[in-house]
């Protein structure tokens, strides 16, 4: 690792086609299809677990472009999970001050992660193909991870008990089948096509145009936003940086124009020189046209196919809410594969997945589309209000919050899941993290040493976290805690200790850890006082809370967190 | 009574949308009528001299008395944030549209 790593050029990299012939009557529990980042993802998730995994991609190349480059906070302490999250940090350009500017003035600047105590960042920007670079690499570490390039899924048809699917592949077609497939095969998916199904929504009427330069620029690692700059009138323009000296440049150019004749390298050097003066020097790295739309498909799973990523939903890029919500995608099912195909689980618990980032998909697409709106206004009207808006924003605080150049990647708070278990009458708590929510960070200390509270839930298991009070006898606690256990699924159960308290493992019951909350964050965060108890779940969501321990109660809450319970 | 420009409207994003949605289908001419009287409409709930005097002030941005379609624009977003109750806010809207249909 270290150094070399810059000198691998995964644009360029080429994986080899092997012949693999399938053994007849052979069902794999899982095949994901597309090797793209949600793929990947999904893949590595599924074989850390233990669940071995057919990966197919129908190219043999990872992303041409940088395409997707801001990667949210919440992405990272998922790839942190995967094991690659500490490579995308390194090579990624950190930040989190964005700033708007209408004509050639400043409006306001903001600052997405104004308070300390997480380990990752707000954002980091890294070109797509470094991401699925760290993440094939990640892959190829596991023995069960079977990847097939140039194997194009071109047909599905459906079972009781499994899926088959119909190959391509240089040496001709074969079949394969699987327990569950997962299609991560991108927003022109052909599993969606062959499954007959499509995704419905809004196509917007403008063309945008991707220019990535590399250049030695003084620009600050800051989003800026510029709405009608006197260098684009009456369009937006945003500028990103991204590692290697590359800047994302994105031009609004509006829907008469021509897509080819924009990606005329004349043309967008001239452009790009109206912005940077004509004396910065630069390369272009890549250049792209394109439209958007905001879109999803009615419902992410069809039998024992779950769609996942762009195959499923469809955002304009506005709010970086396209690769991030995939990933999470990722996240959320694939624990949940894994109990199904243990047995622990019944199949319904995978219509949670759709249902869940379903919404997900939903909240993505109205913030996406309210951005883009406010953007692009698709009236006279609509623009004389963005215009009052930003020139009010200069003075007034109330119109910084209305102005919209993208409402940045969060993780959805999953409130209204079946999985959550709802709150205890008269317990009450004073905090975001509601149930449905992913967990916050915190600096914490586990056996002695410096950590991070997301880190140390990162087993992929259920975990359980308990606070001790400052007199409360911490073995008493552990005894009593001891006891909670579910058969099938793995359960972390950690005593949460006050800051400067600190107690062995050893002396512990066994299944049971203890780690201090340094300075207080975690409490504070979750609300928690002595004796609270925590459930999250191996997607570090939160599915139930209370002010007391109570075994039976949290017995339940797993159950109905794994679908053994309805309401 | 002072003039609230701390954001005082619960979800603005929502709010916003409502806004240009109630604009749909219009022709321009009446978009700006609909500004006006959701601009009359706002200024008779908030019902304080020195409020709406403040508020102008600031739509007018300096210049003298504006009579622009961005001045009423800025006066409406002004006057809603401190009005700020979805509820009045979107009856005031569709009482504007009703009347300039």
């Known amino acids: 690792m270290g150094g070399s790593e810059a000198d691998v050029d995964y644009q360029k990299l080429q994986f080899a086609y092997r012949h693999v012939d399938e053994t007849p009557g052979h069902v794999h529990p899982v095949a994901v299809v597309g090797a793209g980042p949600v793929g990947l993802a999904a893949a590595i998730d599924l074989a850390q677990q233990g669940v071995p995994v057919v990966l197919l991609d129908n190219d043999d190349t990872l992303s041409t472009g940088s395409r997707a480059i801001c990667f949210a906070k919440r992405t990272l302490e998922i790839f942190d999970r995967l094991g690659c999250g500490q490579r995308m940090v390194d090579k990624g350009v950190r930040w989190h001050v964005g700033k708007v500017f209408l004509r050639d003035e400043q409006v306001y600047t903001f600052d997405l992660l104004p308070e300390t105590g997480h380990r990752r960042p707000a954002f980091i920007n890294l070109q797509q193909y470094y991401v699925e670079g760290y993440l094939a690499e990640r892959a190829a570490e596991f023995d069960n991870i079977d990847i097939r390039w140039k194997n194009e899924v071109v047909g599905v048809e459906q079972h009781a008990d499994r899926a088959t699917l119909s190959i391509k592949t240089p040496d001709g077609p074969y079949t394969l089948d699987a327990r569950y497939v997962v299609a991560a095969d991108g927003p022109r998916s052909a599993m969606r096509k062959a499954l007959g199904q499509e995704s419905h929504g809004r196509t917007f009427k403008d063309r945008f145009l991707i220019a990535d330069v590399k250049m030695k620029a003084p620009f600050p690692a800051e989003r800026w936003f510029w709405f009608d700059p006197p260098f684009h009138p009456n369009q937006s323009v945003l500028l990103h940086r991204q590692p290697d000296d590359v800047w994302r440049i994105d031009f609004q150019l509006g829907w008469d124009a021509d897509p080819v004749v924009e990606k005329d390298p004349a043309r967008v050097i001239a452009r790009i020189q109206a912005l940077l003066g004509k004396d910065v020097e630069f390369e272009l790295e890549w250049v792209s046209v394109y439209t958007f739309s905001c879109l999803r498909m009615d419902s992410f799973r069809h039998g024992r196919v779950l769609f996942a990523g762009d195959s499923a939903h469809g955002v304009s890029p506005f709010g970086a809410r396209g690769a991030n919500s995939g990933i999470q995608d990722a996240d959320n099912l694939t624990w949940k594969l894994k109990l199904v195909l243990d047995g622990t689980a019944p199949d319904a618990l995978l219509d949670s997945y759709a249902s869940e980032r379903e919404y997900a998909a939903d909240e993505n697409i109205l913030n996406s589309t309210r951005s883009t709106d406010f953007i692009t206004p698709k009236s006279p009207v609509s623009r004389i209000f963005r215009d009052a808006t930003l020139k009010l924003a200069r003075t007034c605080p109330f119109a910084r919050r209305l102005v919209n150049s993208g409402r940045l990647a969060v993780p959805a708070v999953l409130r209204d899941s079946a999985l959550n278990t709802p709150d205890v009458a008269g317990d009450t708590f004073d905090t975001r993290v509601v149930p449905g929510a992913p967990s916050p960070d915190a600096p914490i200390k586990s056996q002695g040493r410096d950590a991070w509270f997301l880190d140390r839930i990162s087993g992929n298991a259920f975990a359980g976290l308990y606070f001790c009070g400052k007199n409360e006898a911490a073995r008493a606690a552990a005894q009593r805690l001891a006891a909670f256990e579910y058969p099938g699924v793995a359960l972390d159960l950690l005593l949460v200790l006050e800051p400067g308290a600190s107690l062995n493992d050893a002396d512990l019951p066994e299944g049971i850890a203890a780690i201090e909350d340094t300075q207080g964050v975690l409490a504070r965060r979750l609300d928690a006082k002595a004796q609270s108890f925590y459930l999250l779940r191996p997607d570090q969501h939160l599915c139930a809370r209370w002010r007391a321990w109570n075994e039976a109660a949290a017995i339940a809450a797993l159950e109905r967190a794994i679908g053994k319970r309805r309401h | ?101």
């Open chain 2, 1 to 101: 009574m002072t003039l609230t420009t701390e954001l005082n409207i619960a979800d603005p994003d929502a709010f916003y949308e409502r806004l240009i949605e109630t604009h749909a289908g219009l022709a321009d001419a009446q978009s700006l009528a609909l500004n006006a009287k959701a601009v009359a409409l706002l200024s008779s709930l908030i019902g304080d001299k020195k409020v709406l005097q403040e508020a102008a002030g600031i739509a007018a941005d300096g210049s003298a008395m504006d009579n622009s379609p961005e001045y009423d624009a800025k006066l409406l977003l002004l006057l809603a944030n401190h009005v700020g109750d979805i509820a009045q806010l979107v009856r005031a809207l569709d009482q504007a549209r009703a009347a300039v249909i």
